[in-house]
């Protein structure tokens, strides 16, 4: 396979999976005032010219013909692990195309560099992790300890060797979002907190 047909693949994936959680109501913009698309155009000032997106989501204020929130999510199939450059370069790509109005994802099949981690964090870009056996780990931060007290914990040793700069998961679980060894459970109650809409 192509590595140009195993990216659009990939794409396909996390598309259907998003498009499943939007409709299902799962994500933290609603499904009847958003709508999800592949390989969008959107105009950067600084190019003076358009980028495109790997997916975007595109929230509406009732009534309105402008978005008022866009997401924008990166797809990287690598079968080495992300370096920091890949979120540096999605960053940029998010502050052309929108600036404060725009919420980030970068999803992968691979693990991340401990800097990609970190820049990620600072800039609270979304990190989702897409695993062969078609298991979706998430990986969110910035979380407050309000919303984190009745939720099960996990060793911060453990949760590091078990997902961040690993290549195979050791916990089989849906869902995965950590901060402080605490875990969610909730992924749109995650999803609101870090992108403060709540």
């Given at each position: 396979?192509?590595?140009?047909?195993?990216?659009?693949?990939?794409?396909?994936?996390?598309?259907?999976?998003?498009?499943?959680?939007l409709q299902s109501e799962n994500l933290f913009v609603p499904s009847k005032t958003s709508k999800i698309f592949k390989k969008k155009h959107y105009f950067s000032k600084d190019?003076?010219?358009?980028?495109?997106?790997?997916?975007?989501?595109?929230?509406?204020?009732?009534?309105?013909?402008?978005?008022?929130?866009?997401?924008?999510?990166?797809?990287?199939?690598?079968?080495?692990?992300?370096?920091?450059?890949?979120?540096?370069?999605?960053?940029?790509?998010?502050?052309?195309?929108?600036?404060?109005?725009?919420?980030?994802?970068?999803?992968?099949?691979?693990?991340?560099?401990?800097?990609?981690?970190?820049?990620?964090?600072?800039?609270?870009?979304?990190?989702?992790?897409?695993?062969?056996?078609?298991?979706?780990?998430?990986?969110?931060?910035?979380?407050?300890?309000?919303?984190?007290?009745?939720?099960?914990?996990?060793?911060?040793?453990?949760?590091?060797?078990?997902?961040?700069?690993?290549?195979?998961?050791?916990?089989?679980?849906?869902?995965?979002?950590?901060?402080?060894?605490?875990?969610?459970?909730?992924?749109?109650?995650?999803?609101?907190?870090?992108?403060?809409?709540?």
């Amino acid at each position: 396979m192509s590595t140009i047909s195993k990216g659009n693949n990939f794409e396909n994936k996390v598309f259907h999976y998003f498009q499943e959680e939007l409709q299902s109501e799962n994500l933290f913009v609603p499904s009847k005032t958003s709508k999800i698309f592949k390989k969008k155009h959107y105009f950067s000032k600084d190019r003076e010219g358009f980028i495109t997106t790997d997916i975007s989501i595109e929230t509406f204020i009732p009534n309105s013909t402008q978005y008022s929130l866009l997401t924008i999510i990166e797809c990287k199939d690598y079968a080495q692990s992300i370096p920091v450059d890949d979120i540096e370069e999605f960053h940029a790509k998010v502050q052309q195309v929108a600036g404060n109005n725009v919420k980030a994802i970068f999803t992968t099949s691979a693990a991340l560099q401990r800097s990609a981690i970190a820049f990620a964090r600072s800039k609270k870009i979304a990190v989702v992790r897409f695993l062969p056996d078609i298991l979706v780990e998430w990986v969110f931060y910035n979380m407050t300890n309000d919303i984190l007290s009745d939720k099960p914990q996990l060793d911060s040793n453990e949760f590091n060797s078990a997902f961040l700069n690993q290549r195979h998961r050791s916990r089989n679980r849906d869902f995965y979002a950590f901060d402080d060894k605490l875990l969610y459970g909730s992924l749109s109650c995650l999803l609101k907190n870090i992108f403060n809409l709540v």
